[in-house]
Nanobody, 117 residues
Framework: QVQLSESGGGLVVAGGSLRLSCTAS????????MSWYRQTPGMEREFVAS????????YYDDAVEGRFTISADSAKRTVYLQMDALKLEDTAVYYC??????????WGRGTQVTVSS
C-alpha cells in the first residue's frame, strides 16, 4: 500500500495563501491518481482536486477552481496543492489520496488548514 506524508497546513488570514505537499512512498499504478480531499466536522470528505504524475488529467471542484492549483513532481514523488485567495469556508482537514481512481486506495493522515477573518 502506498504511504503518504502530508505537510504545509496551518493558520492563514482570509485572502492569503498556503501550499500543501504530499509525498508518496512509490510512484506506480496504485498511485496513478493523486488527489486532495477535505473534511470539516460532521461532514463527509469532499473532493478538492486531482492530477496524475504526468499532469495529463487534472480536475478541480467548482468551489476551488481558479483559486487552487494542483501539481505533481514525479521525480520527488510529491504532489502540491497551491491554495490562493483562501476563504473562511476553506477551513478543513485536507487529506492526500493516492489510487487507481480518485477517492480509492491510500490516504494520508491529514493536515489542518484554518482560515481566519
Amino acid at each position: 500500500q502506498v504511504q503518504l506524508s502530508e505537510s504545509g497546513g496551518g493558520l492563514v488570514v482570509a485572502g492569503g495563501s498556503l501550499r500543501l505537499s504530499c509525498t508518496a512512498s512509490e510512484r506506480s499504478f496504485a498511485s496513478y491518481h493523486m488527489s486532495w480531499y477535505r473534511q470539516t466536522p460532521g461532514m463527509e470528505r469532499e473532493f478538492v482536486a486531482s492530477t496524475t504524475w504526468s499532469g495529463s488529467d487534472t480536475y478541480y471542484d467548482d468551489a476551488v477552481e481558479g483559486r487552487f492549483t494542483i501539481s505533481a513532481d514525479s521525480a520527488k514523488r510529491t504532489v502540491y496543492l497551491q491554495m490562493d485567495a483562501l476563504k473562511l469556508e476553506d477551513t478543513a482537514v485536507y487529506y492526500c489520496n493516492a489510487g487507481a481512481i480518485p477517492g480509492e486506495g491510500s490516504w494520508g493522515r491529514g493536515t489542518q488548514v484554518t482560515v481566519s477573518s
